[in-house]
């Protein structure tokens, strides 16, 4: 069938918005008709080259839309379902089968080879393939190809074209904070970086009912909003870590850093008490030298790594939106809607941080 893509030709190109045929689905996809995409820090990486795709490529992986076909085998979906997109994973190895499939050992051939695990590519232009299946979907497109695994099915009642960060960005700051530090009710938490992934564990921490959550941003803006979403301090970076540890003495018991340079994570270190957790999201890169005082670890402090919130979509989509339905994750405060036309703007504003999650709807 035919579609409209937004397709990178080169390292730091413009995305040209382009005629791509797009395959039917086979056995275990679906066809998705996109009605929003968001723009993720992971998107920008790739269009700069930090994510070895082959060229061209279709990028965009917080998708939503409509199924509007499905392959063969495919029984959990119908055209009409309205889904969220969100990475795959294989569901067979260890990891996917202990219910942590953002670990999948498929992972990198699932999700950023720009083809299905068999080697094909999703699209084509005359005989030349476009690559695609970027975190499974590459849905900066009117039309994706994703698998039954990471199309999650959602209410239609719901505005599905600003529902796509649910599936990257939000379960990421939100999954860090409900499945991985999983604080208690009562408990002090703080946030380095709030961009969409640290305003969602924002309000994760507010819905588990931390006592103290505090917010580091540079951004008056984004501290105010951090305020409005369930910080109960917003600190500038500069001196926050003397005043973390006079606001709380003895220290946080969780931290969460979103921003993955040295400085950061060590400052999300800095704050903790003994015990204290931090976990750390920020992506720079695969290679991301960084130096910590191991000395500090060694009273019972603990930095995990995470990605995608170590959640299963299938389901923590749908606990994120039972929040959202409760008022505690009002994730629609972070979103500019741009028309796709204009993904090069959004892309920019996505740079500069003048928007928090452009969210791009198709016509
Ligand atoms: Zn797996
Ligand atoms: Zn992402």
Request: glycine share 12%.
């Amino acid at each position: 069938m035919k579609a409209v893509a937004a397709v990178l030709r080169e390292p730091r190109g413009a995305l040209a918005l382009e005629d791509v045929e797009l395959e039917g689905p086979r056995e275990g996809e679906v066809l998705v008709r996109i009605a929003g995409v968001g723009i993720c820090h992971t998107d920008l990486g790739a269009c700069d080259g930090h994510v070895p795709l082959p060229l061209p490529v279709v990028l965009g992986h917080e998708g939503a839309g409509v199924v509007e076909a499905v392959g063969d085998g495919v029984r959990a979906l119908q055209p009409g379902d309205h889904v969220v997109l969100s990475f795959d994973s294989c569901g067979a190895c260890q990891t996917c089968r202990d219910g942590h499939p953002a670990y999948c050992r498929e992972f990198t051939a699932l999700n950023s080879t720009g083809r299905r695990r068999d080697g094909s590519a999703t699209m084509r232009q005359g005989d030349a393939p476009v690559h695609g299946s970027f975190l499974g979907q590459s849905s900066f497109a009117t039309h994706a190809l994703a698998s039954a695994r990471n199309a999650v099915r959602v209410d239609d009642d719901l505005p599905i074209e600003l529902l796509g960060p649910l599936g990257c960005s939000l379960q990421t700051g939100a999954g860090a904070v409900l499945r991985v530090l999983a604080p208690a009710a009562g408990s002090t938490l703080a946030v380095f970086g709030c961009g969409p992934v640290g305003m969602a564990a924002v309000m994760a921490a507010r819905a588990v009912g931390c006592r103290t959550i505090v917010a580091v941003d540079p951004s008056p803006l984004r501290r105010e909003l951090a305020f409005e979403l369930g910080a109960t301090v917003a600190l500038d970076p500069d001196g926050a870590v003397r005043e973390i540890r006079s606001l709380v003495p003895g220290g946080v018991d969780c931290s969460v850093e979103t921003v993955g340079t040295g400085d950061v994570v060590d400052a999300a270190l800095r704050v903790l008490s003994s015990p204290g957790r931090c976990a750390t999201l920020g992506f720079r890169g695969a290679r991301n030298r960084i130096e910590i005082d191991q000395g500090h670890l060694l009273f019972g402090r603990t930095i995990t790594g995470v990605i995608e919130g170590d959640v299963d979509p299938q389901t923590f989509i749908g606990d994120l939106l039972a929040l959202h339905r409760a008022g505690l994750f009002a994730f629609e405060r972070l979103i500019t809607t741009y028309p796709f036309a204009e993904i090069d703007r959004a892309i920019a504003d996505a740079r500069t941080g003048a928007t928090l999650k452009p969210v791009l709807v198709m016509p």
